[in-house]
């Protein structure tokens, strides 16, 4: 992984980790994972709480290494490339994966309602909770 180059562009920043800011984003996987699981939301805000769960757990990657993806434009397609390289090939098809459901949540924020269909949002929770295992995270 070449933390340099994303530094050099000024995509991520170095910071201070310690186990509270990891225990907090792991917190706010599980929250996400279990809101996007009530029923009574339709499917598009359910499909956008677990890409933020999506989003968070590739934050915490970049977090457990010491570093944080830099406000700007386009940094969630970056979290998304920074993790991928951090974590390597075993997790490129979830991290491509969650880089299509980037563009749906866009969709669904920005744009339209009834994108997002009830099996969009079990497949995504499915794909966020087997990229939290491999993570190292249960």
Known sequence: ?????????GDIQKVHVNRKSLADL???V???LNDAQVASLSADRRFAIAYNAALNLANYV????????AAKVGHHRVTFLVAGEALGKATKSHLDYFDLCRRKRNKVDYDLAGVATDKDVADLIK???D???KCGLS
């Open 62 to 69: 970049i977090r457990k290494n010491g570093y944080r993806v």
């Open 1 to 9: 992984m070449n933390w340099k180059h994303w530094l050099d562009k």
């Open 26 to 28: 792991a917190n706010l």
């Open 127 to 129: 794909q966020v909770m």
């Open 30 to 32: 599980d929250r996400d």
């Open 131 to 133: 990229f939290k295992s």
